[in-house]
Structure formats: structure tokens, C-alpha cells
């Protein structure tokens, strides 16, 4: 079926240091998402993007977060600065459309350490 | 407050015993799916189940809308299923989804 890709799958980084983390969404979606999950605790929203533009996001996404899709290539989530509480595993999503009915495809995740 | 609720939090098993596990909404939904978690965090999609009841596999799915709950039934379970199932929801048509904190299942052999 339809694949999410994400790399990396698992970054150790210095906090306060930038990281990037890609997404390949499935090829014919429109609708991305970033999903947190730190660990031993339930996965949250962090936000959606549709057309160049963020569409929605929580209050997890702060403003050291920030994402785009630069010429329909991955769609990246940038941390710039990272801090400890940033050590989670990050789910990108993507789907055709919004609305009933429309899956949402889910990567497998990147594991973020900040140390 | 929490929106999903999963049961049970924990679940042990003997290889071939049946599972059920269950999720239970706080507000009207949309459409919800399970997902299962390996171990190691990457997240596998199992049903897309807006309503009725879904099978694949040894696994099958049940979700009644109006009454805001679902289950997610394992027969014959096997070590290899164990892990975390997650269940999540949506309300409306921004596909923005709310987790569950899960039931970790550990089938013994």
C-alpha cells in the first residue's frame, strides 16, 4: 500500500543545535501533518500544512519549529534551537484530501535524542 | 482532558489466547483507526474505520459511531503482536487526530 517514508529514523543531537527531519509523503497527497510523541506518552498534533501554508497548529509547536516543502520535495519539520524536551518521536502524515473518509498515512518515525 | 479513552492500559497473554481490547470517545467522531506500535516506536496502520466492523487477518474491528466506542478484537495471538495499539479519532474534517494512550500487549510464548 501507500508509504510514508521518513528519514532519519533515529538523530542524536546537541541541544541547541538545528535538525531537520524529512518526510516523503505518499506521491498524489496534498495534506501533511506532524505528529509528537514523547516517550511513555500519547502521541499529539503538532500541526498540518496544505499548499505552501500551515493550516492549523498546537500549542507544541513552538516557535523553533517550523515546516515546509520546498518545490514539492520532502516535507521537512526544522528545529532551530532544539532544547531537552524535544527528545520524542516524530510521526509525518500525509493525505489526499481532508474530510471524511480520507486516511491519513502515517511514516514509521524519527527518534529525536536531545542531549 | 482526555478525549480517548483505552482499556485496558496493559494487557498479558499466552500465545494462542484472544484479545480484546477496547476505545471509548469523550465527543462525537468523525472517523477513528487503530494503530499498532512495534516496540521500537514506528507506527503501522491496522484499520481506517469509520463504522461497522472490519477484518484482516486474525484481527477485526468494531466501531459504532453513535455510541462513540470501538474495539479491536485479536484471535489466536501470537509473541509477535506484541506492542502498543493505539487508537484515534477525528471530529470534523481537518483529519487533525487525537490518540489514545494505548494498551500495551505482551503475548508470552
Known sequence: GPKVLQIPSHQIIDMGQMVTLNCDPVSNHLYFYWYKQILGQQMEFLVNFYNGKVMEKSKLFKDQFSVERPDGSYFTLKIQPTALEDSAVYFCASSIQQGAGNTLYFGEGSRLIVV | ?109
Open chain 2, 1 to 109: 482532558g482526555q478525549q480517548v479513552q483505552q482499556s485496558p492500559a496493559s494487557l498479558v497473554l499466552q500465545e494462542g489466547e484472544n484479545a480484546e481490547l477496547q476505545c471509548n470517545f469523550s465527543t462525537s467522531l468523525n472517523s477513528m483507526q487503530w494503530f499498532y506500535q512495534r516496540p521500537g516506536g514506528s507506527l503501522v496502520s491496522l484499520f481506517y474505520n469509520p463504522s461497522g466492523t472490519k477484518h484482516s487477518g486474525r484481527l477485526t474491528s468494531t466501531t459504532v459511531i453513535k455510541e462513540r466506542r470501538s474495539s479491536l478484537h485479536i484471535s489466536s495471538s501470537q509473541t509477535t503482536d506484541s506492542g502498543t495499539y493505539l487508537c484515534a479519532f477525528d471530529r470534523n474534517s481537518n483529519n487533525r487526530i487525537f490518540f489514545g494512550d494505548g494498551t500495551q500487549l505482551v503475548v508470552k510464548p
